[in-house]
Every structure is written in structure tokens, then in C-alpha cells.
């Protein structure tokens, strides 16, 4: 079963997926819309009122689109590029501030001790990442891969804004390119996710993600079973 051919034709599945990333992803930020709005709000439904501010219904739609753009890419087969990464930010941050373009100043994440690559050192930074990347994506990873990987990207924090929501795009994007079952960070486990980050824990992140992906895994088998 291709993982990429089950989003291109199951479009229930697609839905669902797309809104549970959605809605998981921009929680993990902050937001407050719930699932049902965010569902409402992707995939254009009347289904309920949406009770959120103009900057929580631009981030859903956004997210919805930057997702599209990532399995549009890969439908296409094309390599992970640093013009990809700027359209993927741009994307997320539209209508809301200004992205598309690696951040000018210092980097500070509230509740952070770490250090990030100063404006000046982020492309040379961001090339030995997308290098890495698209290495492994042809050659073959393990879930600790994809995890140093999230990681890794997480601490080079190329973007003013944006960067969570770009990188967990980014973990998806590397596993379905491997025909891997996608994953969804819950809300639930944002504790335990954040702490995994700002620790460098790539152990135990990548034991969180394959827990993700095998209860993905039953999902995707209700679906297509329904199918």
C-alpha cells in the first residue's frame, strides 16, 4: 500500500488526517479552536460556528494549505529544497505576519536555555540539514532519523515564526516520502514532546513517534477498510 496514493484517493481518510494534524499541530502553538472548527474551517464546512479570532482561523487554513503543498511535492517526486522551506513559512504565516525569509535577529523561545544559530549562520546551517534530509530519504532511515532530524531542525529555528508547525510538516514529509505511516503529535503529549526537544532526546522521541505512527497505522486501515 502507498502511504502517498492512500491521501491522493481516500478522501475521507485525507479529511481526517489532515484535520487531526491540523488542529494537533496549531494546539501545540496555542490555538484554541477545537477539532470541529478546524475541520470546518479546512475543508469547508457549515457543520458549526467557529468562535476564534482572525489569527487562529488564518493559522488553520494556512496549515491546511502548507500540508497540500507537502504531498504535492511529493506526488512529484521533488528533492527538499531551502525554496521549499521559505514557501511552506510563507504559507503558514500568511495573512498573519511576514514569512517566507530566514529570520534577522537572535532566536528566544520562552522557556528555553538553547542557544540558536545567529541570522548569519542559518543557510549554511539549513544546507547541511536539506543535504541530510534528501540523503536519507534516498537511501533509507530509521525512526531515530526522523526524530535527530526534527530535532535538528527545531534547533536551527531558521524562521521568525512558523518553525514548530514547519518541522512537524517536515516530519510527515520524510515518512510518507518513504512510504512510512504518517504521525500526529497530540496535544495531550505536548509536555512530554517539548521537553524531548529542549533535552535533545532523540531516544525517546523517536520510541514517542513510533508509538504515533502505529495507532496512525490502525487508523488508516479503519479507513481503508471502510473504503
Known amino acids: 500500500m502507498e502511504i502517498i496514493e492512500v491521501l491522493n484517493n481516500n478522501q475521507s481518510y485525507l479529511e481526517d488526517f489532515i484535520t487531526r494534524v491540523v488542529y494537533n499541530s496549531n494546539a501545540l502553538e496555542g490555538s484554541t479552536l477545537t477539532r470541529n472548527e478546524t475541520y470546518a474551517l479546512t475543508f469547508d464546512s457549515n457543520h458549526c460556528a467557529i468562535n476564534a479570532n482572525a489569527k487562529e482561523i488564518h493559522q488553520a487554513i494556512n496549515h491546511k ?37 530566514y529570520r534577522e535577529d537572535p532566536a528566544i523561545v ?22 541530510k534530509y534528501n540523503d536519507l ?18 534547533n536551527i529555528h531558521p524562521f521568525s515564526d512558523g518553525n514548530g508547525r514547519t518541522g512537524r510538516i ?18 495531550e503529549m505536548r509536555n512530554d514532546y517539548i521537553k524531548l526537544l529542549e533535552t535533545n532526546n532523540v531516544k ?24
Open 65 to 101: 494549505r502548507a500540508m497540500m503543498q507537502m504531498l504535492k511535492r511529493l506526488n512529484a517526486g521533488e528533492p527538499l529544497t531551502a525554496e521549499y522551506l521559505m514557501s511552506v513559512n510563507d504559507t503558514i504565516n500568511e495573512n498573519i505576519m511576514f514569512g517566507g525569509a
Open 110 to 131: 520562552s522557556g528555553s536555555t538553547k542557544v540558536f544559530p545567529g541570522p548569519e549562520e542559518i543557510e549554511s546551517f539549513l544546507n547541511r540539514f536539506i543535504a
Open 137 to 154: 530519504v534516498k537511501n533509507g532511515f530509521t525512526m531515530e532519523d526522523v526524530a535527530d532530524m526534527h530535532i535538528s531542525f527545531e
Open 170 to 187: 517536515l516530519i510527515n514529509s520524510m515518512l510518507i516520502a518513504n512510504n512510512q505511516t504518517p504521525i500526529v503529535i497530540p496535544l
Open 204 to 227: 525517546d522521541m523517536a520510541k514517542m513517534f513510533t508509538g504515533l505512527q502505529e495507532k496512525e497505522a490502525e487508523r488508516l486501515k479503519t479507513f481503508a477498510d471502510l473504503q
